[in-house]
């Protein structure tokens, strides 16, 4: 028998991790998840709790991982690469609580790296951010813009870049960061109030609650659908294209608030009324990412446009309410 690359994927219960999980799950390879279920949630992966090439761990990167790491070995054998997404994601907690940000986000990737350095593991992946960049940047953002994170979680991110370039120059780590954009799609979690602005609308346009549009709404953002994201990650992690890089990971297009709320509201037949608030403090006005370097490295180009993932992810809140009303119907 061939054989099958072993990959772990921390925080592969969560948004972008999960849909990760699935990519490379559907390319064949066996596939470890560690994950402490914080903000990650079981039925992202329940189509491969029972496969033979699928193994969950739950752990805490901010803590002891010896025995985690472990039990996956004592599984599935050697972890080869790793996709490393378990994090502390909220900008907002991050300034409400630096230390726990730095726990997590620094501290807690340090252990997978020392790991992955001392286990020789042949690529490590790390989901970077776009709040690296100084907010005044010129947009298009490039990977050669300013650096200036405004927040304890841009700032944990810019550091483990740092570190995955020591870790390369001084122990030969291979390594791909890839910036993320604002990333959007089916699983993401629409209940808080730092949540995804996509998440949130369509879950007020579904249910018919009024939608808060921040400032004028004339404020733009790059909207990346998540397949392409995990599929990105996928490529990067399991090749050497975008070794040792950094790149953004977008789709080049500006998009206003406002003409994404219409294209909601359209999708969903939507009766939902507007109100307009002043801005949310630390706001950017505009953010859209270059493409050149994520397709000359990564030969990137996004499949799924706006309108199309909007209404797959429209589809699927649509299908995730009926689920979780039916669970707490039967758990009445
Ligand atoms: C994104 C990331 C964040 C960080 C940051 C870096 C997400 C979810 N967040 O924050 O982690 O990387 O970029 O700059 O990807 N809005 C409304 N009404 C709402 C919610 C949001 O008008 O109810 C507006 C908000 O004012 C902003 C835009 O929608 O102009 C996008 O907001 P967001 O929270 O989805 O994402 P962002 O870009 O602030």
Known sequence: MSHVPHILVTGGAGFIGSHT????????????????????Y?????????????????????GELTSAFARIVAHSGRIERIAHFAAQTAVP???????????????????ILEYARHNKVTKVFFASSSAIYDDDAPVPVSEESRARPM??????????????????????LTYTALRFMNVYGPRQDPKSWYSGV????????????????????????????????????????????????????????EVTINQLTRTILDLAGSASTLRYEPPR???IRRSVTTMEKAVELLNFHPRVALRDGLHATLAWVRQDKTRSAARSGSAA
């Open 21 to 40: 999980v699935d990519v490379l799950m559907n390319r064949g390879y066996a596939v470890s998840v560690l994950d402490n279920l914080s903000t990650g």
């Open 42 to 62: 079981m039925t992202n992966l329940e189509r491969w709790e029972k496969h033979p090439r699928f193994h969950f761990v739950n752990a805490d990167i901010t």
């Open 93 to 111: 907690v991050s300034m409400d609580d630096p230390v726990g940000d730095i726990q997590a986000n620094l501290c807690g990737t340090a252990r």
């Open 151 to 172: 927040s304890p979680y841009g700032i944990d991110k810019l550091a483990v870049e740092f570190y995955l370039d020591y870790y390369a120059k001084l122990y030969g």
């Open 198 to 253: 996509i998440s949130i609308f369509l879950d007020r346009a579904v249910t018919g609650q009024p939608i808060t549009i921040f400032d004028d709404g004339e404020q733009t953002r790059d909207f990346v659908y998540v397949t392409d994201v995990a599929e990105a990650v996928a490529d990067t992690l399991m090749s050497r294209s975008g070794d040792n890089a950094i790149i953004n990971i977008g789709t080049g297009v």
């Open 281 to 283: 403090p630390g706001d």
